[in-house]
């Protein structure tokens, strides 16, 4: 299977499980941002520009769902999937514990861009007074269903390759 069809039935997917699971299953009036999961966990997986690009897909089918202007997610999940790679990159040490707080400080700054580029457009999409305690159960809510979205992500995003491509160099 191609990769660009593993990554678009990943993508519809996702799109058909937020629009009909996770907005009847809520926490305090909050559900679980889905595509922003994706976007970040393609932005870690597949690189910067994959996962720009899949970042980038993710947001229009978002936005094709949400009660948002036509572009406002698709603005910020290509720069969050490239942050999160950059990142990873550099980080010395991965572990479990490492990663989840990670995608905890990635899925918080996602959800405070989204709010705040509604803000330039003139959406009210926050109340200040529960903008914390949302964002706190949003980002809860969404690392408790990152571990099977993280395997189904590697698995569309990488293509079936290996995730580390090790080359040789010819030794004299």
Do not use: K, Y
Request: a neutral charge; glycine letters at 8%; one cysteine or more.
């Amino acid at each position: 299977m191609s990769g660009r069809i593993r990554v678009a039935a990943l993508l519809l997917t996702g799109l058909v499980v937020q629009a009909t699971l996770f907005t009847e299953i809520r926490v305090q009036g909050a559900s679980v941002e889905l595509m922003m999961l994706m976007a970040i966990l393609a932005g870690f997986h597949g690189g910067p520009q994959r996962g720009a690009i899949v970042a980038f897909c993710a947001g229009l089918l978002q936005d094709s769902i949400a009660a948002t202007p036509l572009g406002l997610h698709a603005l910020v999940f290509p720069p969050l999937a490239v942050a999160v790679s950059s990142l990873e990159q550099r980080m010395l040490r991965s572990t479990p514990a490492t990663d989840a707080l990670a995608l905890a400080a990635a899925i918080a700054c996602g959800l405070t861009a989204v709010a705040m580029a509604g803000q330039v457009f003139g959406l009210a999409t926050f109340d200040p007074d529960t903008v914390l305690e949302r964002a706190l159960v949003v980002t809860a809510i969404t690392v408790a269903v990152a571990a099977p979205v993280n395997r189904a992500v590697r698995w569309a995003v990488t293509g079936g390759l290996p995730p580390d491509i090790q080359l040789r160099t010819a030794e004299s």
